[in-house]
């Protein structure tokens, strides 16, 4: 019954479903302010139904097979895309009883599932036989071979601080000076994470006004809407990696529980928006030049000051 | 000046002339001769041509060549002359595209205007019009539009049907292992416009770009000559909307000049004041779109939301916040009442409280610097080759802007300098576009002030000084007029006819065409993150790039 409910309603589909629609919406309300506009505003309280119609429209609207593809590589990859991308969600520690999945590798299962995502978004561009999908897919591989080395190298450092792979653990050990300690790999994992996610100033795989639309270019309807709900299932699992990773996760001030770790990802998303309204995007050989000559080695560095202070500064190994 | 003189008297000459402050005027006798004067002229300082103009004389069964020769330096130019025969098959002249670079897309619309053939010109393709139009010569007098516009069906069938071919063209040549493609970026691309760049490029490295431009041909040269002086102005300011005003100033200065008649005192600052209210709309939509062409969306809301400000005063002056037709010959159409400049004043203080933000994170952008200060750099000796102007030439160095080396309406009392940057890169041109908006600012400021000492003092009645009579019939002439627009400078050649009604031919020579040519010589051999930021960099509206 637990496990229904789980997979229904909290943490699955029907969370993902709000947090898509929420989220979506809070973007284009919170991106109007820095742009000085309204954004949306007619559909509900602050236009809060509008990211609603958005998805009806999109679940009602013809989606377009292009000729020329195979079909069933074409509309197969956005229903992968969107099941590995949820998939996450399940080893995520939400409450202090709520994880779907407790396992003793969940961050290894974490890294791992938000690492394959790319991989089926290059396929979809390699699917739909349009010169602009294969280049934003091209784009896809070599951003992500080059971002995610520092995102699990990042990643890793809290396991290596507190000698586990087990999420749950991890926040429950965690505290003020450890959050002091992993704030350099917070940093490293917040960059590597724009990478991952195809936010400014590396949105370069949908550079709009480059290639179109990149790897969605051919994609309507329906299957645009999984991709799209793939991408924001994957916001979730790495924002709320990052809270449940750095921040402490659902650890609050004077109480514990889910809006502490809501608040923390609503933080990440909020800071990376801004990011998003004053910095213009950078070019492929920028964004491979930053990511091997600084952020990998920084984040071999960073590895190295958290073994440095798990030794000298909280009491050696254990 | 004198120099000039002299070259041209060494040839059979019909009359040798000064025209205006900075103009001689000559018209040679023997159409052959055209090369070996431009080359003269060419070594004399004059490396700049600014447009080629043709004129078909149909009753006297001649075509007038015109040739607008500059020095962006010294600011001597010269306006050469020639008759070429009318028959399709002898008319033929000898191409300056071999010395002047910046000819090439000149002759070439020429060439499908008018069906006149450059000798030896490289790339002697039509331009600007479609494939329909392809061995007609739509702007001859003779040429019979609603015989061309009856077949409408088979009109669009040569296109579709060429646009095939050349789609089964694109991949041939292309070996089966080569990595090698065509990619069509726009008509219908998010950052293009209605222009199409063939891009051959070699997975991300483009190695050469072909523009494809007339997507927005609305044949306005051609349009203006069915209507009346007056009608006329709708569709010079459709040149480009964004800067409507200064394009309507240009054609007005010519027809005045030809109708003989000297406008008010407020009338000229009132031209100073809308073109800078103008120039201002028209600047902060460019630098919205250098950054909108880097993904950043930001700018162009910001200036966006300044920009309504000043649209707000053209509406209450005008009516219209776009397509104004505010300025008319004899003056400007409406009179000037308080309220109008409080509402002015607004759109100041708004820009003065801003601009400091726009310029700590958007001027200063260090992700923007690293992105933009190493491309697209153009040198001064590409701006006087290619006849470039406006604000790309400035960026790079070249103190060049018709409102001081040719000054009109009130400019010559206008406290103003040059607006140059050093090393004409994407960069120093976003940076030139705000340092010429801060400029404008200035120059608002001090024809408001001019303005209102002049209605307290009682010299300017602004209800009524607005207008001069100007007669409705035109005598026979012809005049050029240059005026400093918001991308460059806009040359506006009329030819009028004996009790004229309408303007006979309308020649305007706009910034952006020079411009887009520049595309392929920048952009071989870089990447395509590049192609949005130069073409962002170079400020072009296909707006006066077809016309």
């Known amino acids: 019954m637990e496990m229904i409910f789980n997979i229904v309603v909290f943490p699955g589909i029907l969370y993902i479903l709000l947090w898509t629609v929420a989220l979506f919406w809070f973007f284009r309300k919170f991106m109007a302010a820095l742009h000085k506009r309204v954004g949306p505003s007619f559909n509900g309280p602050a236009g809060s139904y509008q990211t609603l119609f958005d998805?009806?429209?999109?679940?009602?609207?013809?989606?377009?097979?292009?000729?020329?593809?195979?079909?069933?590589?074409?509309?197969?990859?956005?229903?992968?895309?969107?099941?590995?991308?949820?998939?996450?969600?399940?080893?995520?520690?939400?409450?202090?009883?709520?994880?779907?999945?407790?396992?003793?590798?969940?961050?290894?299962?974490?890294?791992?599932?938000?690492?394959?995502?790319?991989?089926?978004?290059?396929?979809?561009?390699?699917?739909?036989?349009?010169?602009?999908?294969?280049?934003?897919?091209?784009?896809?591989?070599?951003?992500?071979?080059?971002?995610?080395?520092?995102?699990?190298?990042?990643?890793?450092?809290?396991?290596?601080?507190?000698?586990?792979?087990?999420?749950?653990?991890?926040?429950e050990q965690s505290s003020f000076v450890s959050f002091i300690i992993l704030l350099p790999g917070f940093m490293l994992y917040f960059i590597a994470l724009l990478g991952l996610l195809d936010q400014p100033p590396f949105n370069i795989p949908d550079a709009e006004q480059e290639i179109v639309y990149g790897f969605y270019t051919e994609y309507s309807g329906t299957n645009y809407f999984l991709l799209k709900l793939a991408e924001f299932a994957e916001f979730m699992a790495v924002f709320a990696g990052a809270a449940t990773l750095f921040l402490g996760g659902y650890k609050g001030l004077l109480f514990d529980g889910y809006s502490f770790l809501f608040l923390k990802m609503l933080l990440i998303a909020m800071l990376m928006m801004a990011i998003r309204a004053a910095t213009p995007r950078i070019t492929m050989k920028q964004m491979l030049n930053f990511s091997w000559s600084y952020l990998v080695p920084l984040s071999l560095l960073n590895a190295a000051w958290i073994m440095f202070a798990k030794i000298f500064l909280i009491g050696g190994v254990s | 000046m004198l120099k000039i003189k002299e070259i041209l008297q060494e040839f059979n000459t019909e009359y040798i002339e000064d025209y205006k402050t900075t103009w001689v005027k000559a018209k040679i006798k023997d159409a052959t001769d055209i090369a070996v004067v431009a080359q003269r002229l060419k070594k004399n300082g004059l490396r700049t041509i600014a447009t080629i103009s043709p004129t078909d004389f149909i009753d006297e069964n001649k075509i007038e060549m015109n040739y607008f020769f500059e020095d962006l330096i010294t600011k001597r130019n010269c306006w050469l002359k020639c008759d070429i025969p009318r028959e399709l098959e002898q008319c033929k002249i000898e191409s300056l595209t071999p010395f002047f670079k910046g000819a090439n897309w000149h002759e070439r619309e020429a060439f499908s205007m008018f069906g006149v053939k450059f000798i030896n010109h490289p790339d002697l393709r039509p331009i600007i019009v479609s494939q329909d139009f392809y061995d007609k010569t739509p702007f001859r007098k003779d040429f019979d539009w609603d015989a061309h516009e009856a077949d409408t069906l088979k009109n669009i069938q040569t296109i579709v049907d060429a646009f095939k071919d050349e789609e089964d063209e694109n991949d041939k040549g292309i070996g089966e292992d080569s990595s090698e493609t065509v990619l069509n970026w726009g008509p219908t691309h998010p950052a293009s416009g209605?222009?199409?760049?063939?891009?051959?490029?070699?997975?991300?490295?483009?190695?050469?770009?072909?523009?494809?431009?007339?997507?927005?041909?609305?044949?306005?040269?051609?349009?203006?000559t069915k209507k009346d002086f007056i009608?006329?102005?709708?569709?010079?300011?459709?040149?480009?909307?964004?800067?409507?005003?200064?394009?309507m100033v240009g054609y007005v200065q010519a027809v005045e000049e030809i109708a003989d008649v000297e406008i008010t005192e407020f009338a000229k600052w009132m031209r100073v004041l809308l073109g800078e209210v103008s120039?201002?709309?028209?600047?902060?939509?460019?630098?919205?779109?250098?950054?909108?062409?880097?993904?950043?969306?930001?700018?162009?809301?910001?200036?966006?939301?300044?920009?309504?400000?000043?649209?707000?005063?053209?509406?209450s002056y005008s009516g219209a916040r776009i397509a104004t037709a505010a300025i008319e010959p004899g003056g400007v159409r409406y009179g000037l009442q308080e309220n109008m400049l409080k509402e002015l004043q607004l759109g100041l203080d708004k820009f003065d409280n801003t601009k400091e933000d726009i310029k700590a994170i958007f001027?200063?952008?260090?992700?923007?610097?690293?992105?933009?200060?190493?491309?697209?750099?153009?040198?001064?000796?590409?701006?006087?080759?290619?006849?470039?102007?406006?604000?790309?030439?400035?960026?790079?160095?070249?103190?060049?802007?018709?409102?001081?080396?040719?000054?009109?309406?009130?400019?010559?009392?206008?406290?103003?300098?040059?607006?140059?940057?050093?090393?004409?890169?994407?960069?120093?041109?976003?940076?030139?576009?705000?340092?010429?908006?801060?400029?404008?600012?200035?120059?608002?400021?001090?024809?408001?002030?001019?303005?209102?000492?002049?209605?307290?003092?009682?010299?300017?009645?602004?209800?009524?000084?607005?207008?001069?009579?100007?007669?409705?019939?035109?005598?026979?002439?012809?005049?050029?007029?240059?005026?400093?627009?918001?991308?460059?400078?806009?040359?506006?050649?009329?030819?009028?006819?004996?009790?004229?009604?309408?303007?006979?031919?309308?020649?305007?020579?706009?910034?952006?065409?020079?411009?887009?040519?520049?595309?392929?010589?920048?952009?071989?051999?870089?990447?395509?993150?590049?192609?949005?930021?130069?073409?962002?960099?170079?400020?072009?509206?296909?707006?006066?790039?077809?016309?």
Request: glycine letters at 6%.
């Open chain 2, 231 to 247: 009608g006329a102005i709708v569709a010079v300011e459709r040149l480009c909307f964004m800067d409507n005003i200064n394009s």
């Open chain 1, 55 to 171: 998805l009806s429209k999109l679940l009602t609207k013809e989606s377009i097979t292009p000729d020329g593809v195979n079909p069933y590589l074409f509309s197969i990859m956005p229903i992968l895309a969107a099941t590995i991308a949820i998939v996450p969600t399940a080893v995520i520690p939400w409450t202090e009883y709520v994880t779907v999945v407790k396992s003793e590798y969940s961050l290894l299962a974490l890294v791992v599932l938000i690492g394959i995502e790319p991989f089926l978004l290059f396929l979809t561009g390699f699917g739909s036989n349009n010169k602009y999908s294969f280049l934003g897919g091209i784009r896809v591989l070599t951003q992500m071979i080059s971002m995610e080395t520092a995102f699990f190298l990042s990643a890793l450092s809290p396991a290596l601080l507190f000698g586990t792979l087990s999420l749950t653990s991890i926040v």
């Open chain 2, 279 to 315: 120039r201002i709309s028209s600047h902060a939509m460019g630098m919205g779109g250098f950054y909108n062409a880097l993904g950043l969306h930001t700018v162009a809301m910001w200036n966006m939301d300044i920009r309504e400000f000043f649209l707000d005063f053209l509406e």
């Open chain 2, 363 to 547: 001027i200063n952008n260090p992700t923007m610097k690293m992105r933009a200060s190493k491309q697209g750099i153009i040198s001064p000796d590409m701006v006087e080759d290619y006849s470039l102007c406006g604000v790309v030439a400035r960026s790079s160095g070249v103190k060049v802007d018709v409102r001081i080396d040719e000054p009109y309406a009130a400019y010559d009392q206008v406290k103003m300098d040059y607006v140059v940057q050093k090393d004409g890169s994407a960069k120093d041109r976003l940076v030139n576009l705000f340092e010429e908006l801060e400029q404008s600012i200035d120059i608002i400021k001090q024809a408001k002030k001019h303005i209102e000492v002049g209605i307290a003092s009682g010299k300017f009645n602004p209800t009524k000084d607005h207008m001069v009579k100007v007669p409705k019939k035109l005598p026979k002439g012809e005049a050029i007029s240059r005026v400093e627009w918001s991308r460059g400078e806009v040359l506006m050649h009329l030819v009028t006819q004996e009790k004229a009604t309408s303007p006979y031919r309308l020649k305007m020579k706009a910034p952006s065409f020079n411009h887009t040519m520049m595309l392929d010589k920048l952009l071989a051999g870089q990447t395509l993150s590049d192609i949005p930021l130069i073409f962002g960099s170079l400020y072009i509206c296909q707006g006066d790039l077809d016309r």
């Open chain 2, 194 to 224: 209605p222009i199409r760049l063939k891009v051959h490029c070699d997975g991300e490295d483009v190695i050469g770009i072909d523009p494809d431009i007339g997507f927005v041909w609305r044949a306005l040269e051609h349009l203006v």
